[in-house]
């Protein structure tokens, strides 16, 4: 069986990392991975291949730092030379980047069966690109692996399954999630980052167009952490798009730790070692939760609605007051329950690769 794999943005070679580890327990799989070049800068891109040990791309597209209909486009269009090129049996997408939407248009155009890992997650939002290309996407795919039982739950209520362009109706299978069981694999591995980082402090990102482009949003966000840097270390490994417009709006960061991207395995140590998360990033809310660290997430919505359920996760926009009331309150969120199995238990790349063989 050959799988062509496409990837592109940082989330998706943490993914990939699991999955490629799965694959090459398999002398009957080859694996040909296309890396669009969404996210090209060293520390956004080759530290995580070098770290995760994930084999290196047989493809280097070199597409990145372009608006979406020419990145969506330009990716379209190599990665459809690859596939003709290549002729594999399944190309596999992950999440709901435009790398993803892009691999899933060529798939269906060639009729080349399709898996979506990560499939059926809704935010009900969609001015989020992100909601789009993932909608897009699992439509067209012939197996939908979901992470949770509320993502296979949407995909029901939409309707689903179709029948796709191999002529057949699309499998639905719930398997875990694959960050899971990267977190399970690197947290031993995980590596303290240098530079002085206080006791108790806590962990930060901010990406999401929806924060980054309303400064608004952004400035009510940076009021809050800076209120709340004055009790407690915030360090935010900041993301080159929030850096750039930081810079540009000359926002007040002086109490903050900002640092650079920073690799997996410093991720996994400092989300391990933080007292709370606060993030807009999809990937670090549940990686809080494998943590059994609270989070408060700087959204109006999310896809993990099972960690708002359980009451690991707090929902707060980017309201100033909202934030800094989460924030004296994190300590009473459930933090005890990585037990709850929400995700599977780290087994979720053995059994996609499983249902590849079987399909
Ligand atoms: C993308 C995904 C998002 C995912 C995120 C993870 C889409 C629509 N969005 O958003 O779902 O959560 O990745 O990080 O695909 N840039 C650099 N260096 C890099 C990468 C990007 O400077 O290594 C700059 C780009 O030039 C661009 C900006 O950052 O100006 C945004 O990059 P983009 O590829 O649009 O995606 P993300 O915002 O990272």
Same mark, same amino acid.
Not at 54 to 67: A, M, Q, V
């Given at each position: 069986m050959k799988i062509l794999t496409i990837l592109g943005a940082r989330p998706q070679f943490i993914k990939a990392g699991s999955v490629s580890r799965e694959i090459a327990k398999h002398k009957e799989i080859t694996e040909a991975i296309v890396h669009t070049g969404q996210h090209y800068d060293a520390n956004m891109s080759d530290i995580f291949f070098e770290q995760m040990q994930?084999?290196?791309?047989?493809?280097?597209?070199?597409?990145?730092?372009?608006?979406h209909g020419a990145m969506t486009g330009q990716m379209i269009e190599k990665i459809e030379e690859v596939a003709v090129r290549e002729k594999p049996d399944w190309m596999l997408v992950y999440g709901d980047t435009n790398s993803t939407l892009a691999g899933a248009i060529v798939a269906s155009k060639l009729h080349i069966k399709l898996a979506h890992i990560?499939?059926?997650?809704?935010?009900?939002?969609?001015?989020?690109p992100e909601e789009v290309n993932r909608i897009l996407t699992d439509r067209v795919s012939d197996i939908l692996f979901c992470p949770t039982g509320a993502a296979t739950n949407n995909l029901k209520n939409e309707g689903f399954p179709f029948v796709t362009a191999t002529n057949k109706k699309q499998l639905i299978n719930n398997?875990?999630?694959v960050m899971q069981d990267g977190a399970i694999f690197y947290k031993n591995l995980a590596v303290k980052p240098n530079f002085e980082i206080k006791k108790d402090f806590i962990l930060c990102t901010i990406h999401r167009a929806e924060n980054t482009d309303d400064e608004t949003r952004l400035g009510a966000i940076f009021e809050a952490l800076n209120e709340i840097a004055k009790d407690k270390q915030i360090i935010l490994p900041l993301h080159p798009r929030t850096k750039k417009i930081i810079e540009n709006l000359k /926002?007040?960061?002086? !109490?903050l730790t900002m640092i650079d991207p920073v690799g997996y395995l410093e991720m996994v140590w400092l989300i391990d070692h933080c007292e709370l998360v606060m993030t807009d990033s999809g990937g670090l809310q549940k990686e809080a939760y494998f943590f059994s660290k609270p989070c408060i997430t700087?959204?109006?919505?999310?896809?993990?609605?099972e960690l708002v359920d359980v009451g690991a996760n707090v929902l707060v926009g980017a309201d100033k007051a909202k934030i800094v009331d989460a924030y004296k309150n994190s300590?009473?969120?459930?933090?005890? /329950?990585?037990?709850? !199995?929400l995700y599977g238990g780290g087994k979720a790349s053995e059994t996609i690769i499983k249902t590849l063989l079987e399909y």
């Open positions: 994930i084999p290196k791309p047989d493809y280097f597209l070199g597409i990145g730092g372009k608006s990560e499939a059926g997650l809704r935010s009900f939002n969609m001015k989020m398997v875990g999630d /926002l007040n960061i002086k !109490n700087l959204r109006d919505e999310t896809e993990w609605v300590s009473t969120f459930n933090q005890q /329950l990585s037990t709850l !199995n």
